[in-house]
């Protein structure tokens, strides 16, 4: 199985380097060149406990791009793992998330087989709708899905080898086969909902944590 991963931050790596270990090909893809750079070299752009060696090990199951068009190979499914930093008030910004989704578009739109497209990314409740109405004049051509992080710093690569769960949002069934295979070894972990209840899981877990951040805060 071919599978990209736009973003190449935290999540996008630790991602990546989980499905090289598993014997995938990946495609990573940063528009930031330092990153590519480094990678490439098989050094990190970040520190994450266990993850150097990783990468050291299976740079072989990887390629890397600065732009999603380089990659002459089809993809089986693409996993979007960029920023969504805060935006205006209370919003997030999503431009990321759109200017990767219009590169795929672009390149698969007239794609022999559909692809799968996976956001991995913090989004709004909403979001997948919006994004399935972007796409919907080409709904053969892409199946969406939107699966969530659960990593914590200086606990990702455990965490996402040993999840407590992996959330799935999804309309189209055939997701669900691609899913069982990438997650084979967590399969019974899988629970696949509607997009809403996928979006409001990662809101709540997030809330969650930035609430114990606070109490923490206040004992201390």
């Known amino acids: 199985m071919n599978i990209g991963i736009i973003g190449l931050g935290y999540v996008g790596v630790t991602t990546m380097l989980s499905f090289a270990q598993q014997g995938f090909r990946v495609f990573g893809v940063d528009i930031n060149l330092r990153i590519i750079n480094k990678l490439s070299q098989d050094e990190l752009p970040f520190y994450e ?6 990468l050291e090990k299976y740079s072989k199951n990887i390629n890397f791009y600065s732009d999603i068009s380089k990659i002459s190979e089809d993809l089986d499914i693409v ?5 969504t930093p805060k935006g205006r008030g209370k919003s997030l910004n999503l431009s990321q998330i759109n200017n990767s989704l219009k590169q795929i578009k672009k390149k698969y739109s007239k794609n022999r087989k559909p692809i799968h497209i996976s956001l991995r990314s913090t989004i709004p409740v909403g979001t997948m709708s919006k994004i399935k109405n972007y796409l919907s004049n080409q709904k053969d051509s892409f199946i969406l899905s939107y699966n969530p992080e659960f990593l914590r710093e200086g606990n ?8 407590e769960v992996i959330v799935v949002g999804y309309e189209n069934d055939k997701v669900k086969k691609i ?3 990438l997650y084979k070894k967590n399969i019974k972990k899988i629970h696949f909902v509607p997009f809403k209840e996928s979006e409001l899981i990662k809101s709540t877990n997030n809330a969650w944590h930035a609430l114990k951040v606070c109490f923490a805060n206040e004992a201390y």
């Open 156 to 163: 990702a690569l455990n965490d996402i080898k040993n999840p």
């Open 179 to 181: 899913y069982k295979t």
């Open 49 to 54: 406990k266990n993850l150097q060696p990783l």
């Open 79 to 83: 996993f979007i793992c960029v920023g």
